[in-house]
């Protein structure tokens, strides 16, 4: 992994800009899909291979434009032969600085598989696996190192459709974020910057309502927010002892902090026990038979320590489990 200064033309465009050179092939819309909130994420703009995102650093808000060469296409497999990949970073705002310096971080360059590729190791994997590994080269696993923003989403989603809990997140974005730094006359129409700790606590409680979000969640909001520059150091510790100390905070469960720690901190082995669908994914996956947590839990033994990894590759192959019984119903808190 090479971090270099940003040809002229490129440094010229953006308040500061700079140029990584992941080793081997690398898909940018593959590693960074995890952090969006679905395709209407008014904090992301996707055109093309071109990814821009709107947030907050320590130094105030950043627009961030990532532009991938080489490497492998959006969507495409990891077969055959792929010029050098290079992600051509730039960034505005008065948090550019450090917008365009986590960047790498972001993209995954931190992310290691050299324990998942060796070779002993390899071979105790499934055949679904190994063959999705193959096949997914390009892929890691993104590190924001941004808490709140991470959080908050996270915990809109807590036992509720995703739709649902896409939709709520949108609208109060969209009502309480801010204009994304301008980036010049390419700027992405409507792309904000998602709420600050302090813009997330004075959202009232009809707004919240108004986005379909009930009193419970809104309320663990508000709760960890309270904490919010303790919480943010826990981007500094290990994922392990983050997503700990992150459950002490009412509301927040396990299933909760491991969805947090894979987006930022890159985790390669939290599991997210509690969800609706995955311990049955699991299980129909590397069984052909559906299991509770319990159950996906001792089936992901053999790999503990990088198991999210191991999930990874199973939602890369397209796999999906029969359909019995019935779905989760949307559930509209608006009119009560």
Same mark, same amino acid.
């Given at each position: 992994?090479?971090?270099? /200064?940003?040809?002229?033309?490129? /440094?010229?465009?953006?308040?500061?800009?700079?140029?990584?050179?992941?080793?081997?092939?690398?898909?940018?819309?593959?590693?960074?899909?995890?952090?969006?909130?679905?395709?209407?994420?008014?904090?992301?703009?996707?055109?093309?291979?071109?990814?821009?995102?709107?947030?907050?650093?320590?130094?105030?808000?950043?627009?961030?434009?990532?532009?991938?060469? %080489?490497?492998?296409?959006?969507?495409?497999? #990891? #077969?055959?032969?792929?010029?050098?990949?290079?992600?051509?970073?730039?960034?505005?705002?008065?948090?550019? @600085?450090?917008? /365009?310096?986590?960047?790498?971080?972001?993209?995954?360059? @931190?992310?290691?598989?050299?324990?998942?590729?060796?070779? #002993?190791?390899?071979?105790?994997?499934?055949?679904?696996?190994?063959?999705?590994?193959?096949?997914?080269?390009?892929?890691?696993?993104?590190?924001?190192?941004?808490?709140?923003?991470?959080?908050?989403?996270?915990?809109? @989603?807590?036992?509720?459709?995703?739709?649902?809990?896409?939709?709520?997140?949108?609208? =109060?974005?969209?009502?309480?974020? *801010?204009?994304?730094?301008?980036?010049?006359?390419?700027?992405?129409?409507?792309?904000?910057?998602?709420?600050?700790?302090?813009?997330?606590?004075?959202?009232?409680?009809?707004?919240?309502?108004?986005? %379909?979000?009930?009193?419970?969640?809104?309320?663990?909001?508000?709760? /960890?927010?309270?904490?919010?520059?303790?919480?943010?150091?826990?981007?500094? &510790?290990?994922?392990?002892?983050?997503?700990?100390?992150?459950?002490?905070?009412? %509301?927040?469960?396990?299933?909760?902090?491991?969805?947090?720690?894979?987006?930022?901190? %890159?985790?390669?082995?939290?599991?997210?026990?509690?969800?609706?669908? &995955?311990?049955?994914?699991?299980?129909?996956? &590397?069984?052909?038979?559906?299991?509770?947590?319990?159950?996906? =839990?001792? &089936?992901? @033994?053999?790999?503990?320590?990088?198991?999210?990894?191991?999930?990874?590759?199973?939602?890369?192959?397209?796999?999906?489990?029969? *359909?019995?019984?019935?779905?989760?119903?949307?559930?509209?808190?608006?009119?009560?």
């Amino acid at each position: 992994m090479t971090i270099a /200064a940003a040809p002229p033309r490129l /440094a010229a465009g953006a308040d500061v800009s700079l140029c990584w050179y992941p080793e081997g092939s690398y898909s940018l819309a593959r590693t960074l899909g995890p952090l969006l909130r679905g395709h209407s994420d008014p904090s992301f703009s996707v055109q093309g291979d071109v990814i821009w995102s709107a947030f907050t650093t320590p130094d105030g808000p950043a627009t961030l434009r990532l532009s991938p060469v %080489g490497g492998t296409a959006a969507g495409a497999h #990891d #077969d055959g032969p792929r010029v050098p990949a290079r992600v051509d970073v730039q960034a505005w705002g008065p948090g550019a @600085e450090l917008a /365009a310096r986590a960047a790498p971080r972001l993209m995954g360059a @931190e992310d290691d598989w050299s324990g998942f590729d060796e070779p #002993d190791f390899h071979a105790t994997l499934p055949r679904m696996v190994r063959e999705a590994r193959r096949r997914s080269q390009a892929l890691r696993l993104p590190a924001s190192g941004r808490m709140v923003d991470q959080l908050v989403p996270i915990i809109l @989603e807590q036992k509720v459709t995703v739709i649902e809990a896409r939709r709520g997140y949108r609208y =109060l974005v969209q009502r309480y974020g *801010t204009p994304a730094p301008p980036a010049g006359t390419s700027t992405p129409k409507g792309l904000l910057v998602p709420p600050t700790a302090t813009q997330w606590l004075q959202v009232p409680s009809w707004e919240w309502h108004k986005a %379909g979000v009930g009193p419970q969640r809104s309320a663990t909001v508000m709760r /960890a927010l309270r904490s919010a520059v303790a919480l943010e150091r826990l981007a500094g &510790l290990p994922a392990a002892e983050a997503g700990l100390k992150m459950q002490a905070i009412p %509301g927040i469960g396990i299933w909760t902090a491991a969805e947090v720690v894979q987006r930022t901190h %890159g985790c390669p082995d939290s599991i997210a026990v509690g969800d609706y669908h &995955l311990a049955a994914y699991v299980g129909a996956a &590397l069984t052909g038979r559906r299991t509770d947590d319990a159950g996906m =839990l001792r &089936l992901l @033994e053999p790999w503990n320590g990088q198991r999210q990894r191991v999930v990874r590759m199973i939602q890369s192959t397209g796999f999906r489990k029969p *359909t019995f019984g019935p779905r989760m119903t949307i559930q509209d808190h608006r009119g009560h």
